[in-house]
């Protein structure tokens, strides 16, 4: 199979351009072409980069698959061109593909609308998302890559990492806390209430800090100290820092994330990660079981790194593509 992937935004095309001699693998022939003006005759199947929506490329006569940018389970873009395309890969989708019609827009908004966690600029919206989409089309939805195949977690993946290393910090959160005034601030301006009281009650220790406060190398110190992260959504349900907390040994401690379809499924309750509640209020009770018993969590640490291991692992990243293009060519239920 001949494949021609036309892109836009290098950041978000990255990891497939890194791992594109694994292609071949797997008798495909993936050539990447950024802003291409045509579509060679050589080509048997074109992945396109969304955004911008390419109408030259769409009316090629060649099968088209969407390769949606956000990062969130929903769909944007893409939605209104589903219909028309042989299908959509993209890092996070929903489970249950139905939920594709009942969420307006992003489902973990609703998660914390529902929880009374609100914003001085609400994104949460009582509407059906238009248009609505066919039950076949919904079945061409498929996952891709995520943050973990990205370039920027290489150093964290291949750090040589001491399971039995002290960690006196008990519980992290250093993050961007301006997400526009919407229930996603709220939620991570929480998340920084969570850390400085834990502290502050006398509970244990415990390092926070709104915006960039670390450099680089501060951040992974950070993580490498301490025994807990709380990783609260972003615009997406996932991001950077779940992976990056996974890949540098702390237990992360998240919202439930179950309804969120992603490859490799980083995100097992008990397995990689623990559920919290979206206002974190049962987030010092979680963070005292894994103080008081940190030795039980060595399991969990060591298959959570593993698993970020193996999303960021070239082989793996071509192996996932070439399943997701060659299922719905094949139309197959992704």
Known sequence: MNVLFAYDDERHAE????????????????????????????????????????EDI??????????????????????????????????????????????????HVEILHKAGITGPKPRHRDELPSPQIAAKDLKKICAGFG??????????????????????????????VDYAGSEIETHRKLA??????WKEKGLGTSEWGAGR??????????????????CPFGWGESTHRDYQAMALGAVVIKPNMSYVECWPNIYRPGKT???????WSDAHQIIRQVVDNWGDYRKMREEARKTVTYAWRSDMVAEQMVQAITRIIGRTEC
């Open 15 to 54: 990891p497939l351009l890194r791992v594109q001699s694994h292609f071949a693998g797997f008798d495909i022939d993936f050539r990447p072409l950024k802003s291409p003006t045509s579509v060679g005759s050589w080509c048997d199947v074109v992945l396109l980069q969304e955004p911008p929506i390419r």
């Open 58 to 107: 769409l009316n090629c006569g060649k099968p088209a698959i969407l390769l949606e940018r956000i990062d969130g389970a929903q769909l944007r873009g893409c939605r209104e061109h589903l219909h028309r395309v042989a299908g959509v890969i993209k890092g996070y989708i929903f489970r249950d593909r139905s939920r594709n019609n009942a969420t307006f827009d992003r489902a």
């Open 147 to 176: 943050f973990g195949a990205r370039g920027v977690m290489g150093d964290l993946v291949n750090t040589v990492l001491d399971f039995d290393a002290p960690r006196p910090v008990d519980v992290t959160f250093h993050g961007i």
């Open 192 to 197: 920084i209430e969570t850390a400085k009281s």
């Open 213 to 230: 406060p670390l450099r680089k190398e501060g951040y992974r110190i950070s993580l490498l100290r301490s025994k807990t992260a709380l």
């Open 273 to 279: 990660y623990l559920p919290c509640k979206p206002d």
